[in-house]
């Protein structure tokens, strides 16, 4: 990984991500309920996509780097001690756009569940490669095209994966 130092990790300061952000993924589930509902008042299919992180538990395949522990040097990183308390925190909002999803039956493409978490798809802990954006559009057409033919069953004569 790229920009990143190895980080000590108060496990204290670990405790007060997911508390520090909860009431915020809160908030964002709530306009995002608006959202969708304004959308279909107003003709429009929405679709959710969950956004993915290159943070969390593992090891990186590439590099062998500990996704968890390490700190990166390029974005947020006077806000969270290490990745995996950024991913918590993003998970957290992540969590309330499933909900959303599942609550006003929206399509949700889970794509930080399904993007492995390898930083040959990543630019940084959250962009992508030109890799990383070949498999995204692959896991959203195939996540989302049994139900995009349902809107366009006359016009679309194709099949899905």
Not at 12 to 30: D, T, V
Not at 48 to 61: E, S
Not at 87 to 101: D, H, S, V
Request: charged share 25%; aromatic share 10%; net charge negative.
């Amino acid at each position: 990984m790229k920009n990143t130092k190895a980080g000590a990790v108060d496990p204290e300061r670990l405790k007060i991500a997911p508390q520090k952000h909860f009431l915020y993924a809160k908030q964002y589930g709530e306009r995002l309920r608006e959202l969708l509902r304004l959308s279909r008042a107003n003709g429009i299919e929405p679709v959710l996509i969950t956004q993915p992180l290159a943070c969390g538990a593992g090891i990186d395949p590439a590099t062998g780097v500990n996704l968890e522990t390490f700190v990166s040097t390029t974005l947020w990183w006077k806000e969270f001690a290490n990745c995996r308390e950024h991913w918590e925190a993003l998970e957290l909002y992540n969590q309330e756009t499933r909900k959303a999803g599942k609550e006003e039956r929206v399509v949700v493409v889970d794509l930080a569940n399904e993007l492995p978490k390898d930083s040959r798809l990543f630019s940084d802990i959250m962009h992508y490669t030109d890799l990383g954006q070949y498999l995204i559009a692959d896991i959203i057409y195939k996540d989302t095209c049994k139900d995009l033919i349902k809107f366009s069953s006359d016009t679309y004569n194709g099949t899905c994966p």
